[in-house]
C-alpha cells in the first residue's frame, strides 16, 4: 500500500467510525424505548466485551489458540473473583503470561 | 485514571505495530487521533502490513468498530449529552468509558432505576465522571503512548515479550466484570464467549464478535 492508500484508509475509517459513533447518539430515544429493545441494547455491552475477552484470548487470525494469554486472562479472573483492582488483574495476568511466552 | 493509564500504556504497542507496517509517525498519530479504536486501529494495521488492499482494511476496520455504535445507543439516554459535548462524547464512545460507566448504573441492569431518588443521584454522576474521565484519560494516555511506541518501535516489536497480548483481554474481563451482576448475565456472557469463539474459525475479523448480538437479541426478547 503506498503512503496515498494509507492515508485513503486512515479518512474513510475514520469518518465511516465517527458515523457509526454519533448515530447511535442521534436515533431519538423514543425509537428506543420498548421494554423489549430496551432489554436487548442492556445486554449489548456485556456480549460484546466477553466476545472480545475471548478473541483476543483465544484466537491467532481465524485459528483457536491455546497459549500464554489463555493462562494470564485466567490469572486474572481468579484476582477478579478475590476482588483484586484494575491494576493488579493487569499486572499479574500480564505477567504470567510474559513469563510463559519467554520461559516456555 | 485507574483505567485510563495501563489501557493507554498499550497504545505504545499500537504505535510500535504501525511503524512495523510502514506507517509514518503522521499517520500512526492520525489514526489514534482521530480514529480513536484500539482493535480497530491493530486491524487496520494489520492489514496493511500483510499487503492487503484499501477496501480489506476499511472493511475489517469498519467491522470491529461497530461495536462503538452499539455501544452509543446504550449510553446515550443515560448521558442525556447535547450539541458539541455530544460529538466529544461520541468519539470517546469506546469499550472502556462504557464499562466505567455502566458499573455505576443506578440498578440492576434491567434499566429502570433502583434505591431512592439521592442514591440514584450520585449513581447518575458517578456514571457521567466514569464515562468522562475514562474516555478522555484514555484518549489523553492512548495517544500520549501511541508516539513514545512509534518512536521506540524497536522495543516493543513483540509485544508479548512484555505480556501485553496478555494484560489486553485480562483488562476487558476486568471491564466486564462487574456487569455480571447475576446469573442470568454470567451465563449470557458465557455463551457470548463460546458462539464468537465457535464462529472464529469461519467469519472474518470482527464478525464473530458482532455476532454475540444475536445472543443480546435472544435473551432479551422475552418482555420480563
Known sequence: MSSFDIWIVIAISSVIMFLMRITGYLIPQKLLQGVRLNQIITLIPIVLLAALVAIQTGTSGDEITVDHRLAGVAVGAVTLYFKGSFILVLSLSGLTGALLYNFL | ?224
Open chain 2, 1 to 224: 485514571m485507574g483505567v485510563a493509564i495501563p489501557v493507554g500504556i498499550y497504545g505504545a504497542a499500537f504505535g510500535a505495530a504501525a511503524n512495523t507496517a510502514g506507517l509514518n509517525l503522521l499517520q500512526t498519530m492520525a489514526l489514534s487521533l482521530l480514529l480513536f479504536s484500539g482493535a480497530t486501529q491493530f486491524a487496520i494495521v494489520g492489514v496493511i502490513a500483510s499487503g492487503g488492499a484499501v477496501a480489506a482494511a476499511i472493511i475489517t476496520g469498519a467491522l470491529l468498530g461497530i461495536r462503538n455504535g452499539f455501544y452509543a445507543v446504550r449510553i446515550a439516554p443515560l448521558l442525556q449529552v447535547r450539541g458539541l459535548r455530544r460529538i466529544l462524547a461520541a468519539h470517546i464512545t469506546i469499550d472502556e468509558s462504557i464499562a466505567v460507566a455502566l458499573a455505576h448504573e443506578s440498578s440492576d441492569g434491567d434499566g429502570d432505576g433502583g434505591g431512592d431518588s439521592a442514591t440514584r443521584d450520585k449513581k447518575n454522576s458517578d456514571l457521567f465522571k466514569g464515562f468522562w474521565f475514562t474516555g478522555l484519560g484514555v484518549l489523553f494516555f492512548w495517544n500520549l503512548f501511541t508516539f513514545i511506541g512509534a518512536l521506540g518501535a524497536g522495543l516493543l516489536e513483540d509485544p508479548a515479550r512484555w505480556g501485553l497480548d496478555t494484560a489486553v483481554p485480562a483488562a476487558f474481563l476486568a471491564l466486564l466484570w462487574p456487569q455480571l451482576k447475576n446469573n442470568r448475565l454470567r451465563i449470557i456472557a458465557l455463551a457470548s464467549l463460546l458462539l464468537s469463539l465457535a464462529l472464529a474459525p469461519f467469519l472474518s475479523a470482527g464478525l464473530p464478535i458482532i455476532a454475540t448480538v444475536l445472543i443480546a437479541v435472544g435473551a432479551g426478547w422475552r418482555v420480563r
